[in-house]
């Protein structure tokens, strides 16, 4: 019997504790490609690489059965899955997985954010396909309470599949209580985005992107926003057919 083939990807980079943790958590469930960037590429969101790419095998080890390799990628989240698809997975992949993404990707955040861009691309190549983000940027978060959740949630969407341009963003809370919700995305945006300072030497402007995160429904419980916020994990089911269809009458 053919076992599942499970390709992982992150915008943490190789290195990273989230995407480490998340391959001890899998090791058991099938033959794993992990290609992922060489360094953080937070934000990068579906950016891809118009510029010559490189690619690294870093380790490969065998648990029982089941086979790992760890490659890096120069490029951004969603290089490294049109790469490893292209040049290294032997068929196409059963499931992919995004993270263990350091910090929260709910709500707008979404947009932006490498990780779900890695589910994307999957799901606009038929695989199934998670994002996992757990709310703590500490670069040695705990994600340990998260394994029997991603082995369920796996589990489920290798025996079940999802449907067509359609993956799932998770978003787990640093301080979880257990409960898991499918929610909405959360409406909310982005405030006070550019930060001016003054070079000491010349006097000259740069400028940080920097900012703060408003919820413009925050009594709203359906949101994902809400869940992170008291505790709850969000799944918020995701779709890369963009289109709105209440407006495919505009020109009529």
Not at 85 to 102: Q, S, V
Not at 159 to 171: D, I
Request: a negative charge; charged letters at 25%; proline letters at 5%.
């Amino acid at each position: 019997m053919t076992k599942p083939l499970i390709l992982i990807a992150n915008d943490d980079g190789y290195h990273a504790k989230g995407i480490n943790a998340l391959i001890d958590m899998l090791k058991d469930m099938g033959d794993i490609i992990v290609c992922a960037p060489e360094s953080a590429r937070s934000g990068f969101s579906r950016a891809f690489s118009t510029t010559t790419l490189s690619m690294k095998h870093r380790r490969h080890y065998q648990h029982g059965e089941n086979s790992i390799d760890v490659w890096s990628c120069s490029g951004t989240p969603v290089d490294c899955v049109k790469m490893a698809y292209a040049k290294l997975c032997p068929r196409k992949a059963d499931i992919l997985i995004g993270g263990i993404n350091h910090g929260d990707n709910a709500s707008t955040n979404l947009h932006y954010s490498g990780t779900v861009g890695v589910v994307m691309e999957g799901a606009l190549k038929g695989i199934p396909s998670i994002a996992f983000s757990l709310c703590d940027y500490d670069d040695d978060a705990d994600f340990e309470p998260m394994r029997e959740l991603v082995v369920k949630m796996v589990k489920k969407v290798l025996a079940e599949g999802l449907p067509n341009y359609v993956c799932l963003n998770v978003n787990v809370p640093k301080e979880w209580n257990g409960e898991v919700r499918t929610c909405r995305m959360a409406r909310g945006h982005w405030r006070n985005e550019v930060d001016e300072c003054r070079h000491p030497g010349t006097g000259k402007p740069y400028y940080w992107m920097t900012g703060y995160y408003q919820n413009d429904e925050p009594e709203a419980e359906d949101t994902d926003a809400w869940a992170v916020a008291h505790g709850v994990a969000s799944v918020t089911p995701l779709t890369a057919d963009q289109t709105c269809y209440d407006l495919l009458s505009f020109c009529q």
